[in-house]
């Protein structure tokens, strides 16, 4: 997993104190487990913890340059590090490790946050030029690797999860209203708000730069639709597979044990598929179940294990949910309430028996439009052609008359939700579907002094920001932008 951490004084001649450094990393021990390490550098403190991968014993950071301008902390992984060591040979560049950190402290030394357009991976670095007095804070595109950061007028601290900032006393914790405002609405802390008042996390496909004390944030990256009919189905089809192959191919790039989750569904089902045909061993594939039958996929997750023959492992477990929810709350820092946290939980406790590092098959839905939302829409095209005294006068109290399911989404949630959220806009009731508490059911649970505390902002505007950003786009692939640049890095792949 990895995390680092650290902090910079804005005053170039101030220097950064180990003290700090050192509580900083310390809190994050569990993501680094094999080693960590600290530098101080004139006005920079740069820290990580290591889980190693790749290299084992050469990539150890903080990794600094011969020169000792150049410094890097980084959690995650690049894909094409082979190919860009080879660019970086060159030339004229001298490697003295096999490991991917090398690659992109070499890469930052040359281009600076040009580099990020050259990286295939998932990342979150700190990069640090000691000459020019610069910091760069950067994420990967699709924000699979976290980062937090806080700014004030003497300092900017950052870390891969908000405890390493909050171990620095001089961080106060205050709680932000507005940002448990939207959790209510999502099940989840929107970025770049965090539950604590002055601390943010950097979105997705973006860096911060701070020079010389004057920060920026840029945006480097963002999806593009062009759709291109010249081809026929054939085509696409063998482009897929062979994108979803290279895609797993990268991945399989290791120096410990590795393995898959598998649920049995399509996504994490063509990951071991994938995974299968190009390893000399089989694939070793974990899975969970649960007594009740609508949670249960360990039938499905077996017949993928059994086609593949994988060495698969899997777990009926009855949590015990009061012990498993205070590791969870003390991992994820800030309110969330996905129920799928718990199981994910089990299963890598499971998968940490046998391996380092697990494959999954998150984003799967966000690309081929898996989720029932995308189906939803195109039904609510049809339902509104029924006539509106139809609509509220008999299906709508009918379906509100159904009794209540404790089964997984079952089909009275779905209906109640789909007959609410069609008589809204496009873009309204796509945003229904996924919304926990309206604005009125939150006003109604607030007190009186929490209601005067602060003015809430309309939870929509994150789905209204997307949407803008994808305009002329057919409503499918705007739906896919906002649950690939929102929703897919807010919940599922925290």
């Excluded at 902090?7 to 680094?32: C, N, P, Q, W, Y």
């Excluded at 649920?263 to 990951?271: E, F, L, M, N, R």
């Excluded at 046998?354 to 189906?375: I, K, N």
Aim: glycine share 6%; net charge negative.
């Amino acid at each position: 997993m990895c995390g680092i951490a650290g902090f910079i004084e804005r005053d170039r001649s101030a220097k950064a104190e180990a003290t700090t450094l050192e509580k900083m990393v310390e809190v994050i021990h569990h993501r680094g487990p094999d080693s960590g390490g600290g530098a101080v550098v004139g006005p920079a403190a740069l820290g990580m913890r290591r889980l190693a991968i790749i290299d084992v014993a050469g990539g150890d950071q903080p990794m600094r340059d011969d020169t000792g301008r150049f410094w890097l902390v980084f959690n995650g992984e690049i894909y094409n590090f082979r190919e860009l060591a080879k660019d970086l040979e060159s030339r004229g560049v001298t490697l003295r490790t096999r490991s991917d950190t090398e690659v992109l402290l070499h890469l930052f030394a040359l281009e600076g946050a040009d580099c990020l357009k050259k990286l295939n991976g998932m990342f979150a670095f700190a990069a640090y030029d000691k000459q020019e007095n610069r910091l760069l804070l950067a994420r990967d595109r699709l924000g699979i690797k976290p980062l937090f950061y806080r700014l004030d007028k003497d300092r900017l601290w950052f870390g891969s999860e908000l405890k390493t900032i909050l171990a620095d006393p001089r961080v106060p914790r205050t709680l932000n209203r507005q940002a448990l405002h939207d959790f209510l609405a999502f099940n989840y802390m929107p970025a770049p708000l965090t539950a604590m008042k002055g601390i943010s996390q950097l979105l997705p496909g973006t860096f911060m730069l701070l020079e010389n004390g004057q920060e920026s944030i840029h945006s480097y990256w963002d999806l593009e639709y062009e759709p291109d009919h010249s081809r026929d189905e054939a085509y696409w089809i063998e482009a897929t597979r062979s994108g979803l192959e290279e895609s797993v191919k990268r991945r399989l790039v290791s120096d410990v044990p590795f393995g898959a989750f598998l649920s049995g569904g399509i996504d994490s089902s063509a990951v071991v598929a994938f995974m299968s045909r190009h390893l000399d061993q089989p694939v070793k594939t974990f899975s969970i179940g649960f007594e009740e039958p609508s949670y249960n996929e360990l039938s499905q997750a077996k017949i993928a294990a059994d086609t593949f023959k994988s060495e698969h492992h899997e777990l009926v477990v009855k949590p015990n949910v009061s012990e498993l929810i205070s590791r969870l709350v003390w991992h994820s820092d800030e309110p969330s309430a996905d129920s799928s946290a718990i199981p994910v939980f089990l299963v890598s406790q499971l998968a940490r028996k046998h391996v380092t590092m697990a494959l999954s098959g998150d984003g799967g839905d966000e690309l081929f439009a898996g989720y029932e939302t995308y189906q939803a829409h195109h039904w609510r095209n049809q339902y509104r052609k029924i006539p509106k005294v139809l609509r509220h006068g008999v299906i709508r109290p009918l379906v509100h008359a159904i009794p209540p399911s404790s089964k997984k989404v079952s089909l009275e949630f779905k209906a109640k939700r789909f007959v609410n959220g069609s008589e809204l806009s496009a873009e309204q009731s796509h945003y229904s579907w996924r919304n926990i508490f309206s604005e009125a059911m939150r006003d109604d649970l607030y007190t009186s002094a929490h209601r005067s505390s602060f003015e809430p902002q309309p939870s929509f505007r994150f789905y209204e920001q997307h949407f803008e950003r994808s305009r002329g786009w057919d409503f499918l692939n705007r739906m896919l932008h906002v649950d690939t640049r929102f929703y897919l890095p807010n919940d599922m792949l925290v």
